[in-house]
């Protein structure tokens, strides 16, 4: 079928000759071909997947001027770089910039000389500059970070979602909406607050295949520590390493600058001093940059091999949007997260702080009314001290209760700010939870991610690499083996639960009245390594209690977990704290529950006897075959083979299945299963 919009066919053309692309990247030729014919378009697509190429390319095909409102002036700044650097006539509008060099840009966009012009939405309040914007009618509208336009967003931004009742007066051009973090809440307040036009949706490719994700509990003092044990290596560079604060990115900057090229970015930093940061290290005379969120944005830097977060993040969204600087490249990168309890009550201190009680704002909210009143007045009649009346005239303004004009005077807005605003509290008290609920879960991680914004097909594959698939590949979390006493609980707890649906874990421990021998931190511990093993599947519910919302875990028994039995084998991997060469040693386990071996001496044994050079090419080819299959039955890589008995096979080269048998870790069972698989890839190793 032969497309009938004339502008179709020079797409490819200029995505050879404009940006040396000989091809599309997986979903950019569909999303750029939609903004041609002019769709309204919502684009989520994770970082490095080349969203900025899906509304350049369009605007050139279409002509005239592109207007793209981005919300960071560094992200601004490096996209509109690359432009100019092709060629492309550019100029951008924001704080950092002289006048001389706005009203220039104004002139040029007028004359119609632009064929990009790049804007903060804050410009929008500027008196006159929409009605600038409207006298010379864009081409299409591009805008960048779109999940701030939400209140449901990560990084909401108030300016972004008053740009709704500017974008008729700029019609007929279709509107881009681009981000690389939204839920489907956010997709839909997105499409809402932009009135957008039966928009084309486009939710791609939240998988990322090759990172590999650890969650480990670190306590805050040996953060620094561990992060300097891990970036020792200079394989795991160039680094980000996300800290909690200013003053946390200083102070480890600067233990990492003693041993290698490291620095700090922080929004308490200049403009001049962040920028030679940003561009020592994409020049890559910096290792490693100790930033808060405000670094990353827009970085087009592909070989870091390493994201860090030194302390919790506030949502999954942001969160995911920062691990995805790592391995753009396509190579295998690591990402750790570190947390513990301290972190939660941080965070708790921040959200009451930017969500003040809903009675300051209603304080400041009847000071007001139809006659405009300037700001120190208003802060005086409130009572409220200087901070908490910023914060709650900030949320008043946003729900619409007030309304503040350029010269400084306040309004009395509508009466519903107080629903908006304890919904959107709650919200964000809600998206912490769901952080810690990621920390404490034993399931993929990547699959976690990938069904948190909404592609809930991908989201039952496991990744096969994260600490939850792969937990003898982990790097940072000790995993050791389950003593006989927890083998035994286990049994117990799969008989609780075969005749039942599910059971809670408090239930649980009650009914095999193990309060008072085993901890409910042991317990929970267990049943992770039970899910690991794919015997058990853990949920999170909830259920209301003296109009109390309450939170539990429940656990079910898998088909696996349903043909356990004393008289099979059951290997167990408990997480244990972290490795020792990174950590302040391991945790006492309570006497009634022994502890195996650490990972360390494992690891020595494994180490006994070196493979041979013949010896290593088979293991390789068994890892290769491991790696297929684990993805094919959907599961963690050890469950169909660890990797002692990968090279317990590789050095006995076992050519018949009575001595696979003989194998330590090959059971009967698995024999059965991978032993012909095994025994020609053996054979056809000699």
């Given amino acids: 079928m032969v497309n009938a919009n004339p502008h179709a066919p020079d797409l490819k053309h200029l ?69 100019s650097a092709l060629g492309l006539r550019v100029a951008r509008i924001h704080s950092g910039l002289d006048r001389a060099v706005a009203r220039q ?47 449901w967003g990560h990084d909401f931004r108030p300016d972004y979602r008053m740009l709704g009742q500017h974008l008729p007066a700029l019609r007929p051009a279709p509107v881009l909406a681009l981000t690389a973090t939204a839920t489907p809440t956010v997709q839909s307040d997105i499409v809402e607050q932009l ?43 160039p680094a980000i390493v996300y800290a909690p604060s200013r003053k946390q990115a200083e102070l480890l900057a600067g233990e990492l600058a003693a041993r ?8 308490g930093l200049d403009a ?5 940061v940003q561009e020592a290290f994409q020049a890559g005379k910096l290792d490693v940059v100790v930033a808060t969120i405000a670094f990353g944005m827009g970085i087009d830097k592909a070989d870091i091999r390493t994201v860090i977060h030194a302390g919790l993040p506030a949502t999954l969204e942001g969160y995911y949007q920062e691990i995805g600087r790592a391995g753009r490249d396509g190579k295998q990168s690591r990402t750790f997260l570190m947390h513990s309890y301290a972190d939660q009550r941080t965070h708790d201190f921040f959200l009451n702080r930017d969500y003040p009680p809903p009675g300051d704002l209603e304080r400041v909210y009847r000071a007001l009314g139809e006659n405009p009143l300037p700001l120190d007045e208003l802060r005086n009649s409130s009572k409220l001290d200087e901070e908490a009346f910023d914060k709650a005239l900030e949320k008043l303004e946003i729900h619409g209760g007030v309304k503040v004009d350029y010269n400084g005077t306040a309004t009395r807005g509508g009466p519903g700010w107080k629903k908006t605003y304890t919904v959107q509290a709650r919200h964000r008290a809600e998206q912490l939870e769901k952080v810690v609920r990621y920390t404490e879960s034993s399931a993929c991680r990547m699959a976690a991610l990938v069904g948190h914004f909404g592609d809930e097909e991908d989201a039952n594959r496991q990744c096969g690499v994260c600490d939850a698939c792969d937990p003898e590949g982990a790097v940072l979390k000790l995993f050791r083996r389950a003593s006989a006493a927890e083998r035994e609980l286990a049994h117990a707890i799969a008989d609780d639960l075969r005749p039942v649906a599910y059971k809670a874990a408090g239930t649980l421990q009650r009914g095999l009245e193990l309060a008072g021998r085993v901890g409910r931190d042991e317990l929970n511990a267990l049943l992770d390594g039970m899910t690991r093993a794919g015997l058990i599947e853990q949920e999170d519910a909830v259920y209301e209690k003296d109009g109390e919302v309450r939170r539990f875990r ?23 704290g972290m490795v020792e060469e990174f950590g302040g040693g ?88 991978f032993g012909a698989a095994i025994l020609e890839i053996s054979a056809a190793e000699i």
């Fill in 15 to 83: 995505l050879q000759t404009v940006f040396g692309f000989s091809s599309f990247r997986a979903n950019q030729e569909a999303v750029c071909r939609a903004a041609v014919d002019g769709r309204d378009l919502l684009l989520v697509m994770p970082t490095g997947s080349g969203k900025s190429l899906c509304y350049q390319l369009p605007a050139l095909a279409l002509g005239g001027t592109a207007l793209v409102i981005s919300p960071l002036i560094a992200l601004m700044e490096d996209q509109a770089a690359k432009l």
């Fill in 105 to 151: 840009a104004c002139v040029d966009y007028l004359q119609g000389g632009l064929q990009f012009l790049f804007i903060a939405p804050e410009r929008l309040r500027v008196p006159g500059f929409p009605e600038m914007l409207a006298k010379h009618k864009p081409a299409l509208i591009a805008i960048d970070e779109a999940h701030c336009i939400s209140q």
């Fill in 272 to 276: 001049e001093r962040r920028e030679q």
């Fill in 586 to 673: 391991r945790r006492e386990k309570p006497a009634k529950v022994a502890a195996a071996k650490p990972r360390a001496a494992k690891k020595a044994e494994a180490q006994v006897a070196a493979l041979s050079p013949g010896e290593e090419a088979l293991a390789a080819r068994l890892k290769e075959w491991r790696t297929a299959e684990a993805k094919r039955l959907r599961v963690p890589a050890y469950v169909v083979m660890h990797d002692r008995t990968l090279n317990a096979v590789a050095r006995s080269r076992p050519k018949t299945p009575r001595e696979l048998l003989l194998v330590d870790g090959m059971g009967s069972a698995k024999v059965d299963r």
């Fill in 554 to 576: 429940k656990a079910r028994l898998t088909e696996k977990g349903m043909e356990m039995r004393r008289s099979l084998p059951l290997e167990l991997l408990i997480a244990d």
């Fill in 195 to 237: 009135a957008m036009e039966r928009p084309a949706k486009f939710i791609h490719g939240f998988r990322r295949e090759n990172l590999a994700i650890e969650v480990v509990e670190t306590p805050v003092p040996e953060r620094a520590r561990v992060v300097c044990g891990l970036l020792a290596d200079p394989a795991r560079r």
């Fill in 260 to 267: 290698m090229p490291a620095a700090a970015y922080h929004a």
